[in-house]
C-alpha cells in the first residue's frame, strides 16, 4: 500500500514537473516562446528595411553628387554642377574650382549627367559641326586685291595696275575677274581679265599661284591706229601675309605677254615681260 502511494505521488510530481518549465505551465511556455519568435521576425523585418533605406540613400546621394556635361554646339564641353536654371533662357552652372558661369539654352547641343559616357555624343557632334561647315562654307569669302605691276624686257620698262573681285574657296581656290590698266613705253593697255588661283595654305604666310587671262584696249601715242589691243596673259607666283583678318599684303613675281592687233609698218607688236608686284587684299 506505502509503494502504491509512493508510485502515485512520484508520477503526480512527473506530471507536475512536464507541464511547468522554469516554473511556467507548458502552455504559457509554449506562449512565450511564440512571442519572443515575433519580436525576433520584428527586429529582422526592422533591421532589413533600415538596411534597404541606408542603401537607397547611398544610391541617391551618389547619383546626386554626379556632375553635369553640358555639351555645347559649337563642340565645347563644361562639366560642373547646375545649380540654376530659367527655362528657355540660360542655366547657371558651378564649375570645379567654384566658379559660376551662365550658358544659354541656344548655345547648348545637349545635357548629361555624368562624365562616364559624353565622349562618344560628343564626337558625333563635332562631326556634325564639320559636315555643317563643310556644307554651308564651300565659299568661305569674297577678296579684293589690287596690285602695282614694275617690270622691265630687254629694251623698255613696263608699269601697270590692277584690281581683282575673287571668291575664294575652302579649299584655296579662287575665281574672279578684274581691270586695269598697263604701260609699256608709248603703248597703253587696258586690260579685263578673268582670274584662277589657288592658295597653298591658310595660315598667317600663304603661298600662291595665279593666272589672268583676257582682252587689252590699247593704242600708241603718234599712231592713227583706231585698234591696237589684243590678247594679254600673266602667270604669277606670289605670298600673302595675312596683317589680320581683313588685310593682308603680298609681293608676286609675273611673266607678262600682251599682243597688240594693229599693224605698225608691217610690224604687228608682241610684248613679253618679266615684273613684280606689290598687293593689297581684303
Known amino acids: 500500500m506505502f509503494q502504491s ?3 502515485t505521488s512520484c508520477a503526480n510530481n512527473y506530471e507536475q514537473t512536464t507541464k511547468s518549465v522554469f516554473g511556467l505551465p507548458l502552455e504559457s511556455a509554449q506562449r512565450h516562446e511564440m512571442v519572443a519568435m515575433k519580436h525576433f521576425l520584428r527586429r529582422i523585418i526592422l533591421m532589413a ?16 553628387e554626379q556632375i553635369d556635361v553640358i555639351l555645347g ?5 563644361v562639366k560642373g554642377k547646375i545649380i540654376g536654371r530659367v527655362e528657355g533662357k540660360y542655366i ?4 570645379e574650382n567654384g566658379q559660376q558661369i551662365t550658358i544659354r539654352f541656344t548655345q547648348i547641343a545637349e545635357i548629361m549627367k555624368g562624365d562616364a559616357n ?13 559636315q555643317h561647315r563643310s556644307e554651308s562654307q564651300s565659299v ?7 596690285d602695282l605691276n614694275i617690270g622691265a624686257d630687254d629694251t623698255s620698262s613696263a608699269i601697270g595696275l590692277t584690281g581683282v573681285v575673287a571668291l575664294l574657296t575652302r ?4 575665281v574672279g575677274f578684274g581691270a ?4 609699256h613705253e608709248d603703248n597703253r593697255f587696258l586690260p579685263v581679265f578673268g582670274e584662277l588661283g589657288y592658295y597653298f595654305t591658310d595660315g598667317n604666310w600663304r603661298p600662291y599661284l595665279r593666272l589672268q587671262g583676257g582682252y587689252s584696249l590699247g593704242w600708241r601715242r603718234n599712231l592713227n591706229k583706231s585698234d591696237f589691243g589684243g590678247f594679254r596673259l600673266q602667270f604669277g607666283i606670289g605670298l600673302q601675309r595675312a596683317m589680320s583678318e581683313q588685310l593682308s599684303l603680298a609681293v608676286q613675281f609675273n611673266y607678262n605677254k600682251q599682243s597688240a592687233g594693229a599693224e605698225i609698218w608691217g610690224w604687228v607688236p608682241q610684248f613679253e615681260w618679266i615684273s613684280g608686284s606689290l598687293g593689297i587684299a581684303f
Open 49 to 64: 528595411v533600415v538596411v534597404a533605406g541606408l542603401t537607397n540613400q547611398v544610391g541617391f546621394g551618389a547619383e546626386s
Open 118 to 130: 559624353y565622349e562618344a555624343r560628343h564626337r558625333q557632334i563635332l562631326d556634325s559641326l564639320k
Open 140 to 146: 568661305v569669302k569674297t577678296i579684293v586685291h589690287a
Open 73 to 77: 554646339n559649337n563642340g565645347s564641353v
Open 180 to 183: 586695269g590698266w598697263d604701260q
Open 171 to 174: 579649299k584655296g581656290v579662287s
Open 92 to 95: 547657371t552652372v558651378q564649375m
Open 5 to 7: 502511494l509512493h508510485d
